[in-house]
């Protein structure tokens, strides 16, 4: 049975090539759909928690009132008393990884100053951002695991005020269990149960009950992702783009394909927009592949499977390359939000990668540990946005001040050019700072 479609990249037109770099992202710019998402925005801005919940009524089919909007300590501490003890460890051990690697990211950025002329000092400092909301999805399935790879950086990073926004489970009005259980082992209390980009729209504008934050984050639905997209056009920071899910496995003959299939799987399964594209000089390798893809897409639950079928066949599959370093140099254009690197020497390989969202050396470091307790991030830039743009990590929630301190020689050497420029570009009080100095 053959699953994974299998392209030559040397025999690709120009179309084909610009089909497999677009991946889903026209879904998330569509115009009906972004002028859907203004149109929710503008209804909160007029009407508040009323229009949150009328969208959460008719998106999500769940009945709440304003008063119900933001779930209740007890409600939150009653999700963590009762939640089943395993899945709390494991939740646990996962802010235990992630932490420790936010943690280190802090240790390794500290406040810095250094004189790069005589008089001149520089450096600089950083501090918390005043306020995050985090968007944990909730319709496809139960995901503590994003609000431990989003909030933990929150935290970490000291974030004073930190909103968590999540629908409600399908076809109830309650909030998942395991991500208030996740949010109690954060400390973090404000939790808003709403439709997914209302509650974006919310904490973007404020509501009367919900406050607004200086940045969104997290990664969800097409109209999510433009929702917080649209953020940015009121004042709101965000990080380009969360959704849809896209993997890419570099892989050479001396890899097991059995491991590779699985891990091809393993982020396939997402959803029907997202991308799985494994990338190899080896076409023996990618019929293998394609044989064991085949064979263990077929233990998959019905839905998990189709997606799968759809992510690595319509935005995905297989590409051979000549050279493992064209594969390379592919990934770096294609810029993927997981990239593996199983090859005989992924140090080699990763010196010549560009751009990716995540880098896992080796077979014995899969996406699907990355995506729980690895510690390294998880909520990562997709559609090509990983050429400009980090995962979230405590580093997303820090603002970074500048900091100068002139002796009087040290401005002096510098007064001849700040008055040049000044001149030049006809700035006279600009000028008169350095001539009041008398350093005309």
């Not at 940015?232 to 965000?238: E, L, P």
């Amino acid at each position: 049975m053959k699953l994974l479609s299998l392209r030559v990249w040397s025999e690709l037109d120009p179309a084909e090539r610009a089909q497999i770099h677009a991946r889903s992202t026209h879904t998330i710019f569509d115009p009906g759909l972004v002028s859907a998402i203004e149109r929710i925005y503008a209804d909160v801005a007029a009407r508040g928690d009323a229009a949150v919940c009328d969208a959460t009524r008719t998106f999500d089919k769940a009945e709440i009132t304003p008063d119900e909007l933001l779930v209740s300590q007890a409600a939150i501490a009653a999700a963590h008393a009762g939640l089943d003890p395993a899945l709390l460890a494991a939740i646990r051990v996962a802010i235990r990884q992630v932490r420790a690697f936010n943690e280190a990211q802090l240790a390794a950025m500290p406040a810095w100053r250094t004189e790069i002329a005589p008089g001149v000092v520089v450096g600089e400092v950083h501090r918390p951002i005043p306020s995050a909301g985090l968007f944990v999805p909730c319709g496809k399935g139960s995901f503590p695991s994003v609000l431990v790879m989003i909030g933990v950086p929150a935290v970490v990073a000291g974030v004073p005020e930190i909103t968590v926004i999540v629908p409600p489970m399908p076809g109830t009005a309650e909030v998942d269990p395991a991500v208030l259980a996740t949010a109690y082992e954060l400390g973090i209390t404000r939790v808003l149960r709403a439709n997914g980009p209302a509650g974006v729209a919310a904490v973007v504008t404020g509501t009367e009950r919900i406050g607004k934050v200086a940045k969104v984050v997290g990664p969800g639905s097409p109209a999510v992702t433009i929702a917080q997209v649209l953020a940015q056009t009121r004042g709101v920071a965000t990080n380009m783009l969360c959704g849809p899910s896209e993997s890419l496995i570099i892989a050479d003959d001396s890899a097991d394909p059995v491991r590779l299939a699985a891990d091809l799987l393993n982020e396939a399964e997402h959803g029907p927009d997202s991308a799985a594209i494994l990338v190899t000089d080896s076409r023996a390798l990618a019929e293998a592949v394609d044989a064991e893809a085949a064979k263990q897409i077929a233990d998959l639950p019905e839905q998990r499977a189709a997606y799968a079928r759809s992510s690595v066949t319509v935005l995905g599959g297989a590409i051979l390359f000549d050279t493992i370093a064209d594969a390379v140099d592919f990934t770096g254009e294609y810029a993927p939000e997981h990239l593996q690197i199983a090859t005989r020497d992924p140090e080699r390989d990763l010196a010549r990668l560009r751009y990716a969202g995540e880098v896992l050396l080796g077979q014995n470091s899969p996406v699907s540990a990355a995506n729980f307790c690895i510690g390294v991030p998880a909520t990562l830039p997709t559609g090509g946005f990983a050429k400009v743009n980090g995962g979230v990590t405590a580093r997303t929630f820090l603002t970074t001040l500048s900091v100068a301190d002139l002796t009087a020689d040290g401005l002096a050497s510098l007064a001849p050019t700040t008055l040049a420029l000044a001149d030049h570009e006809g700035f006279p009080a600009h000028a008169n700072a350095m001539r009041i100095r008398g350093l005309a």
